[in-house]
DNA sequence: CCCATGTAGTTGCACTGTCAACTATGTCGT
DNA sequence: ACGACATAGTTGACAGTGCAACTACATGGG
């Protein structure tokens, strides 16, 4: 009674939305659990890490991450209450902020990272062979930029 | 400075995560606008009309949807407040409830699936080959079973 | 038969996310 | 130089989710 799509596709549209649905679900409570970091804020701070002075635009960081602004601007403030990050104001745009990785968030994100990454290569690396993996990831960014 | 995965395997790892995670946020913002549903509702509404007699318990349709107890009461609740499902006392087994669905949820489902669906496509059927969506459902039900 | 334990479902609370409104600042056209 | 409009970021109200506690019913062992 539902107009749909042929069995082989809905099949693997479902398996798309549950799987990935879960997957996420259960990196945050993994995270939550054992380090006291949500996903979203465990991704602020890898983001902030990766640069070379560790520090970006609060613009910029939330679209890095397809976040709204409202939404990374009240993950920074949890994450500037915790100490593992601060916010500057902008020399070049007295509008801008920056979040920068303090020494406290550098040490937080080291301590998780490792944990982190393991549950991810358990649940996804060491399940899909390379060429599935590359697939997964060339399949999703063309639906990321269809979106 | 992150301890992390091989350069294509990160890639790979982030479109996925991204890239669902903006697909599923589309989908919903999608439905609210044009039908007034969330993604979760509406999916809801999806199981009950693919079932014969078009209800079941709410344990199974938690479980079928990946959704915690808590939760598809509480969908549950906003749609049986809309009219769009009733519950129903389970004969076999006093504690046991069964959601089903009304006409007028049938008929509000009607309205949005076709639109629904047509964004499905638009963003993830149209823009992958078979071969490619194939891959991507084994992939993530591999993932699915390791979670 | 009864008690211990398990399961179905709901509810209250805390937390996180969305949306819209708002302040402050920057930019462009005239 | 000024006003209109755009952009950066924050805030407050509200909705949805997770978790833990709770009620009600079921089931299996003594």
């Known amino acids: 009674m539902t107009p749909w799509l042929e069995p082989q596709q809905q099949r693997s549209w479902r398996a798309l ?3 990935a649905g879960r997957l996420v679900t259960h ?3 993994h995270l939550r659990g054992a380090h006291g970091l949500s996903l ?3 991704e602020v701070l890898v983001r902030l890490s990766e640069l ?3 520090q970006v635009h ?3 960081l939330a679209a890095g991450l397809s976040h709204s602004r409202a939404r990374l601007s009240q ?3 949890r994450l500037a209450r915790a100490g593992l990050v601060t916010r ?3 020399p070049q745009d007295r509008r801008g902020v920056h979040a920068a990785l303090t020494p ?3 040490a937080a994100l080291r301590a998780a990272a490792a944990d982190h990454v393991r549950e991810v290569r358990r649940l996804v690396i060491d399940v899909l062979s390379d060429a599935e993996l590359a697939t997964v990831g060339t399949a999703m960014d063309k639906v990321r930029a269809a979106v």
Do not use: K, Q
Request: include cysteine; charge should be negative.
């Open 17 to 19: 939305v549950d799987g």
């Open 27 to 29: 990196l945050d409570r």
């Open 40 to 42: 979203a804020e465990y």
């Open 52 to 54: 070379s002075d560790h």
């Open 58 to 60: 609060m613009s910029e």
């Open 75 to 77: 993950t920074v403030d």
């Open 88 to 90: 500057l104001p902008c």
């Open 104 to 106: 406290g968030g550098a």
